[in-house]
């Protein structure tokens, strides 16, 4: 079923006889069950002030339709959406609504926050087929429960967007990278906290163990940029690296393979996004049994590529975070689950939020569950 | 303010109640006595006062959890408190109530800079978050302008910001992780050291969800290395409308400041007649202050400097010293006290988009002659949070009542330009009966059903934030067994 505004969109629902799929650009092959709804046709953007910082889209939107209309008036998301087609070989076009579903989130994460800090507000339409509004196009605002950001990354679960209303940011001057050479992944963190902890502003923190690299990602006006790069140096002269600096364009293309997780775009074996203690990150990499690995979010976020159907998570065992299979076959995925098990308490919120919004159990059966 | 009627049947059984509590509670941690109780009777909305059955202040989550169980069973309603500086009235109790207090639990457990979070007590203040880390030259940056009282307990329940939030975020921006407690007893942890939820954002939804929830009893909180510096740059108009052109051009020239403070003429009125701050006697006050190295400071206030000079300004001041930035920012950090000096006020919130500001100041100054009340409008301007605060005197019999209706026209004007009714302070009592101008019933309904699932029976500060009218029927769920 195709859905072109929140009035068939409320009809699909209040008629569904069954499990729905709600599928915005289809680039991140989710699990499918039941009858797919795409809701790609409920597009455009209906609100852009930019001396105010705010955006209103519908959820079907394609993502670079907003960042051109952004970037026209020298403004971006900063959070970064990743575009997960070159990781799992999907074809279509990334959407807004998908990626706030998601709370899809790129290396400048750690510093200005994830999609979900950038949501304002939302309307959704429940498993009733009752439309519902949440937050606003305002920045700061806590009337009432904060929906927006449970909305955020509920994939598809408890209601179908049918409007995003965005913060945005300032595109800066410019950008460089600082680049360390020649660390292992114990002193690649340890680096890269030091440069969190220090006052430069780092806005993108990235290690790749197979070319012993650490990356620094520094933006703002020129003069602070190449300020704060040598700060940044000095800082970390300690850590008895090589340094090199690279320019803004190096530094675009360096972080969009980043961002976009080029390092797996090869296709071969499982790919799982580990959400972690930056500190603890090495240790989880080394006992994980992947094959590969890179860093990002200073550590907080590793990618790791494994044998297919290896089952990551009983390998690293406990740990603060949370590890999701985003690249594996249908097999592999149905065994092993997606998304990581949450223990017993959140567990059962978890649920009874799913069966007050979607009390006919029809949204997206195979996501945030173990087992579709 | 309408609140329910207490249960007689819940103050009958106060004796067994305090009984049980004391079982599980240090003798110091309950407070039954009449004499005692009355130190909680309200908080910082001091319009409303009324003395809770009991207050307790347990020192752990065990405890907290011990309490609850109890109040469950027992079918008493409970109502969280910080450290009580709500202007909301969100820790306000009922006669039927257990005011569970989290002041004694002010410990750190934990600081960890190669992760840079602190994990503490919520009864901790917001202050002596940052007091713990600042030797080591961190900050948690959210800064409400109650820092030094107020708790992260209520930071949390009422996501709260301040000054800087333009740059920094809000609570829910900040907030990692936390450990906290259901109405039924049961202990969950949600979040931790890492980023971002596995499943459904649980902690994004606990975050301003004014106690109703659950008892959040540990934080783990995100902490930032502080800036090199901070220096302001003041500037006057002599219309409101320009100020607030200026403020969007700087936004569109791609300066961040960290905080955009806007004052209008009766406020600057009186903070000059109570601070004597040196500032321009104009229609509107700007004060923006920037970050970074002394270079970095220099560039960005020159480029705010340049976009103001394009405005028109009537005054134009780059603070070049601590000093200097502090006689900048006295006249704003006074104007609470200056306002109150001239009457007793009433402090309202609401946000609106910040294309709006001309016309929702021109409205608020029609408004102003029609009720026969002074309005000074003091606010962050980056986030079009408007801070109006209303002079009434309370010694007149229906001046408060006036100053409230003329609150409610304020709030709703800024629901009409596309904002909402609270931006930081949350809506506790005081703004509740005014949901229904923001949200529909389904709205509110979906929202309501969230508090069904965490707690069924509505115990936990159940007269706050909905309608009594939208909520009647939840609170009326039948009362435990005797």
């Known amino acids: ?372 | 303010m309408e609140m329910p009627i207490p249960s007689q049947a819940v103050i009958a059984r106060k004796t067994r109640v305090v009984d049980r509590l004391r079982q599980v509670l240090p003798a110091d941690a309950v407070i039954s006595d009449e004499r005692e109780t009355r130190a909680y009777e309200c908080d910082a909305l001091t319009a409303y006062k009324c003395a809770p059955m009991v207050a307790v202040l347990p020192y752990t989550t065990q405890q907290v959890s011990d309490v609850l169980r109890i109040c469950h069973e027992e079918g008493v309603p409970v109502v969280p408190r910080g450290s009580g500086t709500s202007l909301a009235g969100g820790a306000l109790p009922t006669a039927d109530c257990v005011i569970l207090g989290v002041a004694r639990m002010n410990e750190v457990i934990e600081t960890d800079y190669p992760n840079r979070i602190i994990k503490v007590q919520t009864g901790r203040t917001n202050l002596s978050v940052t007091g713990a880390v600042e030797e080591d030259g961190f900050f948690y940056a959210p800064d409400p302008s109650s820092q030094l009282a107020c708790a992260i307990a209520g930071n949390i329940a009422m996501n709260s910001g301040g000054a800087h939030c333009l740059k920094y975020g809000v609570t829910t921006n900040n907030l990692m992780g936390v450990t906290m407690v259901l109405m039924d007893g049961e202990v969950i942890e949600v979040g931790g050291a890492h980023l971002d939820a596995g499943g459904l954002d649980l902690l994004g939804l606990i975050c301003g969800s004014e106690g109703q929830l659950g008892v959040v009893t540990e934080a783990t909180l995100r902490i930032l290395h502080k800036p090199e510096g901070a220096r302001p740059v003041l500037i006057g108009f002599d219309d409101n409308e320009v100020a607030g052109e200026c403020v969007s051009d700087i936004i569109k020239a791609g300066v961040l400041p960290v905080a955009i403070e806007f004052m209008d003429r009766p406020c600057i009125e009186a903070t000059e007649a109570f601070a004597k701050a040196g500032y321009p006697m104009c229609e509107a006050l700007l004060i923006i202050e920037v970050e970074g190295s002394d270079a970095e400071i220099d560039h960005q206030l020159g480029l705010i400097s340049d976009i103001a000079q394009r405005h028109s300004p009537v005054e134009l001041r780059q603070s070049k010293s601590a000093e200097e930035s502090a006689k900048i920012w006295l006249g704003r950090k006074s104007a609470f006290g200056a306002m109150g000096q001239i009457n007793d006020y009433m402090c309202l919130d609401g946000t609106i988009p910040v294309s709006s500001l001309p016309f929702v100041l021109k409205r608020i100054k029609e408004l102003s002659d029609q009720f026969g009340l002074k309005v000074g409008n003091v606010f962050h301007a980056g986030d079009g949070n408007m801070h109006p605060l209303i002079l009434f005197d309370a010694n007149k019999p229906g001046d408060l009542e006036l100053c409230e209706e003329f609150g409610a026209e304020i709030l709703k004007l800024c629901v009409e330009v596309g904002g909402c009714l609270t931006g930081e302070h949350g809506v506790g009592i005081e703004k509740r009966d005014l949901m229904h101008v923001q949200y529909a019933p389904d709205d509110l309904e979906a929202q309501m059903a969230v508090k069904d699932v965490f707690d069924p029976a509505w115990l936990l500060n159940p007269a706050k934030v909905f309608p009594l009218d939208a909520s009647e029927t939840r609170r009326a769920v039948p009362l435990a067994a005797e």
């Not at chain 1, 929140?6 to 915005?24: H, M, N, R, Y």
């Not at chain 1, 950038?118 to 937050?135: E, M």
């Not at chain 1, 017993?344 to 649920?351: I, K, N, S």
């Open chain 1, 1 to 372: 079923m195709a859905i072109t505004s929140e009035e068939t969109l409320v009809d699909a629902i209040k008629g569904a006889a069954g499990p729905i799929s709600v599928q915005g650009g289809g680039t991140r092959g989710l699990p499918a069950t039941g009858q797919i709804m795409r809701v790609a046709g409920l597009q455009g953007i209906t609100l852009y002030e930019p001396g105010a910082l705010t955006l209103v889209a519908k959820p079907g939107t394609p993502v670079a339709e907003i960042e051109e209309a952004l970037a026209a008036e020298n403004q971006r998301l900063a959070f970064e959406p990743m575009d997960h087609r070159g990781l799992l070989g999907t074809s279509g076009t990334p959407t807004i609504g998908g990626v706030m579903a998601g709370n899809i989130s790129g290396p400048r994460r750690i510093s200005v926050g994830a999609a979900r800090d950038f949501l304002l507000g939302v309307r959704f339409v429940d498993g009733r087929g009752a439309v519902v509004k949440n937050g606003g196009r305002v920045m700061k605002n806590v009337t009432g429960y904060d929906l927006v950001k449970l909305m955020a990354g509920s994939y598809g679960t408890l209601g179908v967007l049918s409007e995003v209303s965005m913060k945005v940011l300032p595109r800066p001057e410019t950008q460089a990278t600082l680049v360390l050479h020649g660390l292992d992944d114990g002193a690649a963190v340890a680096a890269m906290a030091r440069a969190l902890g220090s006052p430069f502003e780092v806005t993108g923190a990235a290690h790749d163990p197979a070319t012993r690299e650490t990356a620094l990602r520094i933006e703002g006006f020129e003069a602070s940029v190449s300020y704060r790069l040598s700060q940044l140096q000095s800082l970390l002269a300690g850590a008895g690296a090589e340094v090199e600096q690279r320019d803004a364009a190096a530094t675009q293309a360096l972080w969009s393979g980043i961002n976009d997780v080029a390092a797996f775009h090869d296709g071969q074996g499982d790919v799982w996004r580990v959400s972690c203690k930056p500190s603890d990150a090495p240790g989880i990499a080394a006992r994980s049994g992947a094959e590969r690995w890179t860093y990002d979010w200073a550590g907080g976020l590793i990618w790791l590529r494994s044998a297919a159907g290896h089952d990551l998570r009983a390998a690293i065992g406990p740990m603060d975070g949370h590890a999701t299979l985003v690249r594996a076959d249908a097999q592999s995925k149905a065994r092993l689950g997606v998304f990581h098990p949450e223990p017993a308490g959140v567990a059962r919120l978890t649920a009874a939020l799913r069966a007050q919004f979607d009390p006919k159990g029809i949204f997206n059966a195979g996501q945030l569950d173990r087992a579709a």
